[in-house]
């Protein structure tokens, strides 16, 4: 790894650290694990889903339930493995029942996001669902219009030291029992593969 990612590493370390020690809203009280996210600090693709599941949880990792595995399967199909992107969530805890996640659970829980994005600087944000893509879209003074109007198109926003493509996609769980929204992350992640490789030239 070399110096700058190792740099990278140990600052999204520290953040793990103080989102598994985090207590600031009562998702604390009932998360078996804090999931921080997890992948390459130096990642070209950041993932942002909407909460940990049910095994997220369990095992304080993102995307290893049956959405995962969905994703696992896009993300293969496009030829990108997941060690070398990074994957990570709005909220870092559990909702119970898997819940959406409440505006004043988003409020206290982002600034860790934003802190890890600032970090890794990727030159794609792949929001997944209408949660983290409402999120990006609002901090990015963009209007969102519903998943289904922006899917699969590309934004390219500007950070204040930094600037980067925003793709919008359904959510995989959304996917999981619709063959259709399976295709069209299929299609939208092909997008960001061929617009990966136009930025790689
Ligand atoms: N759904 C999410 O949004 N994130 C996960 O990590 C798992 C499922």
Redesign the pocket.
């Known amino acids: 790894m070399q110096g700058c990612c190792g740099n990278k590493k140990a600052l999204l370390e520290e953040i793990a650290d103080e989102i598994r020690n985090c207590h600031k809203c009562g998702l604390s009280e009932s998360r078996t694990n804090a ?1 921080p996210g997890e992948g390459d600090p130096c990642a070209s693709i950041v993932l942002i ?5 049910y095994w ?1 949880d369990r095992m304080g990792r ?2 290893v ?1 049956a ?2 595995r969905l994703l696992n399967d896009i993300l293969g199909k496009i030829g990108i493995r997941r060690e070398e992107i990074f994957i990570t ?1 709005v909220l870092k805890c559990r909702p119970p029942g898997n819940r959406d996640p409440r505006p004043d659970e988003v409020r206290v829980c982002t600034p860790f996001l934003d802190r890890q994005l600032e970090i890794i600087r990727p030159e794609f944000i792949v929001t ?2 209408r949660h983290s893509t409402a999120y990006i879209f609002e901090k990015m003074n963009l209007k969102f219009y519903g998943i289904s109007r922006v899917h699969g198109r590309i934004y390219e926003v500007k950070f204040p030291e930094w600037k980067c493509r925003v793709i919008p996609t359904y ?1 995989p ?1 959304a996917a999981l029992y619709n063959v259709n929204l399976k295709e069209d992350i299929l299609r939208d992640m092909l997008r960001l593969k061929e617009n990966l490789s136009a930025f790689m030239e």
């Open positions: 999931v889903g909407e909460a940990p599941g997220e993102p995307f339930g959405a995962g969530n997944l669902g959510h769980a």
